[in-house]
Structure formats: structure tokens, C-alpha cells
């Protein structure tokens, strides 16, 4: 028998550990020692020592074809504000019952993800990919014909369903292909294809001159336009499928790239691999994320700063109609400065995390293995995505509550339009940087951590969008902005506990997740070989 406790003692001979400390900056204690041992085995590649065997030619094209993948999602709930007053119109309902198919929609995007999270993780990316994107494409053809208020509730929960499951895929996609020191610039480029929908989102136009339905026809359109190329040319990168790049696919898996790659290739697949059976999704492994203490702590953050952003875009275009009388063509285009800030902070944010990375590690001493990536057990990784967010979060509370008034005194257009901008670059940027911090702290499964984000925040979302407009009414714009910004300054201290507490906490993570594994070996026949973001199963 094969068991954890001698990979443990194998595994730095055969990967060098990722994190190494220049001679003469400093010791560190037996429990730093076996914290990172237990890190460099979950964190490894057992198929070769390079984090990934993609080319940077390979990487921009996977990370471009996933940014376009993580646009979608967005898109298709940003493009459909414009024409909520159309649509209501249309329909003979009132725009609270065009708010609820938002509602829902958040509901279906919250719950989504932690199917497709966790069938990406085991299964691989692709077909997690390829069977969201055909409900969405059946879901949107159904939406571009139907006349019905009833339908239109059920199909946006369906295209929500097929759209929302990608969010999780694609963070997990840079996890699969960047290593921790240059991951902020990957994940700021996949999440600017998430906050870009705002500024580009046609819908204002195409409701002003083609109709409603020609919003859906778009999707559809666009949907099959990204889906051929990916299906013929982005190859799979789940860790446990296919290691760091180097171990074929599946057969069914393989893209014509693919093909190309291993054809002439003897490669053996690991017998683990071999045996690989495709899984029924278990959305109760995104709950199991919660039982962490940093991660909760994380999660519940997170989806504060999400309802700040949501409520501000979902009311956008109702508000500034009833306040300024504009049509849907120019409520589209309202969208322009909050959806061009939320672009620039999720990229700028992650080029920024990336410099903050490598200024801590030069401040302890660290070397960068840029080759393997880097041990992040004893890393204060907490520290360096945390630490430059904190005096945007209270610029961005600052927004919301000049917005909030500015709109009561129903003051200049140019005023909330100026604030809309900060609110994307300030709320924005905290919430990417965030986001980076969860896949880093969840290495082991990132789609199934990346779910249990949405499935906390979508769900927030969704009781805030659900209930905005009755507040509104109830107290003014003015005090109910007030109430959304204070849900997210208030809370902040908790920043704080997780940059002092977070790495004690990811490091018995670790060590729980470690007995485990050996329990499994132990109780096996067969040999276990550890491979990258092979965390197990839990309960």
C-alpha cells in the first residue's frame, strides 16, 4: 500500500518546493515546515514539475475564449435592463413582475454553479462548458419566441441555469493554467468579461430599433459563435484530468488541438485517471465550503459587496426613466460609465494583486519559481490581496450614498452618472480581488468554491433586487442607497480577522484534508498519487 505518508517524504524530491527563501533571511518553525509539506503535496503535478505545459500562446487563448464565456453570463442579465419598461409594457404587467424574473434569475445563478462547479471539477471544463451552453442556447430560442409573462419567468430561469453555471468554470480555468504569483492578471482579464457586460450590452439599441425578442436572437448568435471555436480548439484543463496539460484526455474530450498534441505521443494515462467515471453533480459539496471559517467569512463579505453593485445596475434604468424621462435607447447607454469602470478595476485590480504578490514576497524573502508556481502554505497570501482593497471599499460607500441622494434631489444627470463610474471602480475592484482570494484559499476545487461565492452572493442579490424598489418607495432613494452602502462598511472589520487569522486557519484546512487522504489510503488497495488540486471528497 501506497499511502500519504510516504508521498509526503517523495514528493519534495520529485517537486521542489515552490515558495524558497533566499539564504540568510530567516529560519522557520516545524510547523511552518510540515504546513507547507502538506500544501506542496496537494499543490503538485505528478505527471512533471512545470505548473502547466500550455504555451503563453495557449494560455492568452484559453483565457481569451473564457473571458468571452464569462461575458455571457452578465450580458445576458444587463442587456435585459433596458427593456424592462418595454417589456412590462408589452406583456400588461407591472415592472415589479419584470423584477421578479430578475429575482429568479439570481436565484438560478446562485444554484447553477454549484452543479457545474462541482461536475467541472472531476468531469473536466469542456463538457461543463459545452452542456451549459446548449440549455442556454434552447433557453434563448425559447425566450425570442415566447409572448407570455409565464414563460418569460420560467425561460430566464432556464437561460439563467445554463449562462451562470460558466462563472464558476472560469475562474477554475485560470486556477487550472496560473500559478499563484501571476494568477491576478489572468483571473482581471476573465472577470473584466464579467463586468464588461454593462458597458457594451447592446440591449438599449436593438429594443429601440429590431424589438425585445431581437435581444435573445443576439444571445443565440453570439452563443453560437463562441461555441464552435471552443469546441474544436480550447482544450480541457481540469488538474484531475489532465494534470498540468501533459496527460491526453478522454477521447470524447479531445479537441482537434488535442489530437494534434498526443497523436504521436506514447503517454500513459495514471490508472486513477483510467478509471475515471463521469460523476452525478453533488451541490452539496459547494455547501461543505462553508464549514471553513475563513472561507465563510470570505463568502458572506463578498456577497455584501455584490448587493451594493447589483441593486445600483437593476435599478438604473427604471430610476433615471422616472426621474429623467429617457427612452430605452438612451437607458442603455447610461450603462456606458458604470460598465467602462467595473472593466478597468477588474483588470487594473488584477495586475495590481500581482504586484502586491511579488512586493510581500520580496518583503519576506521569497523567491518566485515562476516555473512551478508557489507553496502558499505559509504565504501570507490574505495579507497581499486584502490589504490595497480596504480605502477603495469606503470611497465606494461614499459613492453609493451620493448616488443614492443625487438621484432624491433629482439633481444634474452628470451627477449619478460621475458616482456610477466610482461605485463600478470602487465596489468593482474589492469584489474581483475577493473573488482572487477565494480560488487561492481553495486550491483543491476552485469551480466548487467559485459556486459556493455565487450561490451566497447570487442569492443576497436576488432578496436585494427582489425587494429595492419597495424600499425605495417606502423611504426614498436617498436612505435606501445609504442602507445598501452601510451593509458593506460595517461589516469590514472582518477584513481585518481574516488577513490576521486566514493562513492559521487554511493550515488546519490543510492538515484535515491531509488525514483524510491518508484515511483513504489507508483503507485502499490500490495506490494514491497525489495530483494538482487534488483535494478529496469531504463527509
Same mark, same amino acid.
Given at each position: 500500500?501506497?499511502?500519504?505518508?510516504?508521498?509526503?517524504? #517523495?514528493?519534495?524530491?520529485?517537486?521542489?518546493?515552490?515558495?524558497?527563501?533566499?539564504?540568510?533571511?530567516?529560519?522557520?518553525?516545524? *510547523? *511552518?515546515?510540515?504546513?507547507?509539506?502538506?500544501?506542496?503535496?496537494?499543490? !503538485?503535478?505528478? @505527471?512533471?514539475?512545470?505548473?502547466?505545459?500550455?504555451?503563453?500562446?495557449?494560455?492568452? /487563448?484559453?483565457?481569451?475564449?473564457?473571458?468571452?464565456?464569462?461575458?455571457?453570463?452578465?450580458?445576458?442579465?444587463?442587456?435585459?435592463?433596458? $427593456?424592462?419598461?418595454?417589456?412590462?409594457?408589452?406583456?400588461?404587467?407591472?415592472?415589479?413582475?419584470?423584477?421578479?424574473?430578475?429575482?429568479?434569475?439570481?436565484?438560478?445563478?446562485?444554484?447553477?454553479?454549484?452543479?457545474?462547479?462541482?461536475?467541472?471539477?472531476?468531469?473536466?471544463?469542456?463538457?461543463?462548458?459545452?452542456? +451549459?451552453? #446548449?440549455?442556454?442556447?434552447?433557453?434563448?430560442?425559447?425566450? +425570442?419566441?415566447?409572448?407570455?409573462?409565464?414563460?418569460?419567468?420560467?425561460?430566464?430561469?432556464?437561460?439563467? %441555469?445554463? @449562462?451562470?453555471?460558466?462563472?464558476?468554470?472560469?475562474?477554475?480555468?485560470? $486556477?487550472?493554467?496560473?500559478? @499563484?504569483? *501571476? !494568477?491576478?492578471?489572468?483571473?482581471?482579464?476573465?472577470?473584466?468579461?464579467?463586468?464588461?457586460?454593462?458597458?457594451?450590452?447592446?440591449?438599449?439599441?436593438?429594443?429601440?430599433?429590431?424589438?425585445?425578442?431581437?435581444?435573445?436572437?443576439?444571445?443565440?448568435?453570439?452563443?453560437?459563435? /463562441?461555441?464552435?471555436?471552443?469546441?474544436?480548439?480550447?482544450?480541457?484543463?481540469?488538474?484531475?484530468?489532465?494534470?498540468?496539460? &501533459?496527460?491526453?484526455?478522454?477521447?470524447?474530450?479531445?479537441?482537434?488541438?488535442?489530437?494534434?498534441?498526443?497523436?504521436?505521443?506514447?503517454?500513459? !494515462?495514471?490508472?486513477?485517471?483510467?478509471?475515471?467515471?463521469?460523476?452525478?453533480?453533488?451541490? =452539496?459539496?459547494?455547501?461543505?465550503?462553508?464549514?471553513?471559517?475563513?472561507?465563510?467569512?470570505?463568502?458572506?463579505?463578498?456577497?455584501?459587496?455584490?448587493? %451594493?453593485?447589483?441593486?445600483?445596475?437593476?435599478?438604473?434604468?427604471?430610476?433615471?426613466?422616472?426621474?429623467?424621462?429617457?427612452? *430605452?435607447?438612451?437607458?442603455?447607454?447610461?450603462?456606458?460609465?458604470?460598465?467602462? &469602470?467595473?472593466?478597468?478595476?477588474?483588470?487594473?485590480?488584477?495586475?495590481?494583486?500581482?504586484?502586491?504578490?511579488?512586493?510581500?514576497?520580496?518583503?519576506?524573502? #521569497?523567491?518566485?519559481?515562476?516555473?512551478?508556481?508557489?507553496?502558499?502554505?505559509?504565504?501570507?497570501?490574505?495579507?497581499?490581496?486584502?490589504?490595497?482593497?480596504?480605502?477603495?471599499?469606503?470611497?465606494?460607500?461614499?459613492?453609493?450614498?451620493?448616488?443614492?441622494?443625487?438621484?432624491?434631489?433629482?439633481? &444634474?444627470?452628470?451627477?449619478?452618472?460621475?458616482? &456610477?463610474?466610482?461605485?463600478?471602480?470602487?465596489?468593482?475592484?474589492?469584489?474581483?480581488?475577493?473573488?482572487?482570494?477565494?480560488?487561492?484559499?481553495?486550491?483543491?476545487?476552485?469551480?466548487?468554491?467559485?459556486?459556493?461565492?455565487?450561490?451566497?452572493?447570487?442569492?443576497? %442579490?436576488?432578496?436585494?433586487?427582489? @425587494?429595492?424598489?419597495?424600499?425605495?418607495?417606502?423611504?426614498?432613494?436617498?436612505?435606501?442607497?445609504?442602507?445598501?452602502?452601510?451593509?458593506?462598511?460595517?461589516?469590514?472589520?472582518? =477584513? /481585518?480577522?481574516?488577513?490576521?487569522?486566514?493562513?492559521? /486557519?487554511?493550515?488546519? !484546512?490543510?492538515?484535515?484534508?491531509?488525514? $483524510?487522504?491518508?484515511?483513504?489510503?489507508?483503507?485502499?488497495?490500490?495506490?494514491?498519487?497525489?495530483?494538482?488540486?487534488?483535494?478529496?471528497?469531504?463527509?
Amino acid at each position: 500500500m501506497f499511502s500519504l505518508l510516504s508521498l509526503s517524504s #517523495v514528493c519534495p524530491i520529485l517537486c521542489r518546493s515552490e515558495l524558497q527563501y533566499e539564504p540568510g533571511r530567516g529560519s522557520h518553525s516545524e *510547523e *511552518e515546515d510540515e504546513g507547507r509539506d502538506l500544501e506542496n503535496t496537494l499543490s !503538485r503535478v505528478s @505527471s512533471g514539475p512545470p505548473y502547466t505545459v500550455f504555451s503563453p500562446g495557449m494560455k492568452r /487563448w484559453i483565457v481569451g475564449m473564457n473571458t468571452i464565456a464569462a461575458f455571457i453570463s452578465p450580458i445576458t442579465a444587463n442587456i435585459y435592463f433596458p $427593456a424592462i419598461p418595454t417589456i412590462s409594457r408589452d406583456l400588461g404587467v407591472g415592472v415589479d413582475q419584470i423584477n421578479l424574473t430578475l429575482t429568479t434569475y439570481m436565484i438560478l445563478q446562485a444554484l447553477a454553479p454549484t452543479l457545474f462547479g462541482d461536475f467541472g471539477d472531476i468531469a473536466g471544463r469542456r463538457p461543463a462548458f459545452m452542456i +451549459a451552453f #446548449v440549455i442556454y442556447l434552447g433557453a434563448n430560442i425559447g425566450l +425570442a419566441l415566447q409572448r407570455n409573462y409565464a414563460a418569460l419567468l420560467v425561460l430566464r430561469m432556464l437561460q439563467s %441555469g445554463g @449562462s451562470s453555471g460558466t462563472i464558476a468554470l472560469v475562474y477554475a480555468v485560470v $486556477a487550472d493554467i496560473a500559478p @499563484s504569483h *501571476e !494568477r491576478g492578471k489572468w483571473m482581471g482579464i476573465v472577470g473584466s468579461g464579467i463586468t464588461v457586460g454593462p458597458a457594451v450590452g447592446p440591449g438599449g439599441l436593438l429594443n429601440a430599433y429590431l424589438g425585445w425578442s431581437w435581444i435573445f436572437w443576439f444571445l443565440i448568435i453570439l452563443t453560437v459563435v /463562441w461555441l464552435t471555436p471552443y469546441i474544436l480548439a480550447v482544450p480541457e484543463t481540469a488538474r484531475k484530468v489532465v494534470g498540468n496539460g &501533459s496527460i491526453p484526455p478522454q477521447g470524447w474530450n479531445m479537441t482537434l488541438i488535442d489530437y494534434l498534441r498526443f497523436r504521436n505521443q506514447a503517454v500513459t !494515462r495514471p490508472a486513477a485517471l483510467k478509471k475515471q467515471k463521469i460523476p452525478i453533480p453533488n451541490p =452539496l459539496n459547494t455547501l461543505k465550503v462553508l464549514r471553513y471559517k475563513n472561507m465563510a467569512m470570505i463568502l458572506f463579505y463578498n456577497a455584501t459587496l455584490f448587493i %451594493g453593485f447589483s441593486t445600483v445596475t437593476a435599478t438604473l434604468a427604471t430610476q433615471f426613466q422616472q426621474i429623467y424621462g429617457y427612452d *430605452e435607447l438612451t437607458l442603455g447607454l447610461l450603462y456606458l460609465p458604470i460598465g467602462g &469602470s467595473t472593466t478597468i478595476a477588474s483588470i487594473g485590480g488584477g495586475f495590481v494583486a500581482d504586484w502586491n504578490f511579488r512586493r510581500i514576497a520580496k518583503k519576506l524573502g #521569497v523567491r518566485i519559481d515562476r516555473k512551478r508556481g508557489n507553496d502558499m502554505a505559509t504565504f501570507p497570501v490574505e495579507k497581499a490581496r486584502i490589504q490595497l482593497i480596504l480605502p477603495l471599499i469606503f470611497i465606494g460607500a461614499g459613492a453609493i450614498i451620493g448616488y443614492g441622494w443625487a438621484l432624491e434631489r433629482q439633481a &444634474s444627470v452628470a451627477v449619478p452618472l460621475v458616482l &456610477s463610474f466610482f461605485i463600478g471602480l470602487c465596489v468593482t475592484w474589492p469584489f474581483q480581488i475577493m473573488n482572487l482570494l477565494i480560488v487561492d484559499s481553495y486550491p483543491g476545487a476552485p469551480a466548487t468554491a467559485t459556486a459556493a461565492n455565487n450561490l451566497v452572493r447570487c442569492l443576497s %442579490g436576488a432578496a436585494a433586487t427582489a @425587494s429595492i424598489e419597495p424600499i425605495i418607495r417606502a423611504i426614498g432613494r436617498g436612505w435606501a442607497f445609504t442602507i445598501l452602502a452601510l451593509l458593506f462598511t460595517l461589516p469590514s472589520p472582518v =477584513l /481585518w480577522v481574516i488577513v490576521k487569522r486566514g493562513p492559521k /486557519w487554511r493550515q488546519e !484546512r490543510i492538515r484535515e484534508i491531509m488525514e $483524510a487522504e491518508k484515511a483513504k489510503a489507508e483503507a485502499s488497495d490500490e495506490p494514491t498519487m497525489p495530483t494538482e488540486s487534488n483535494e478529496p471528497k469531504e463527509g
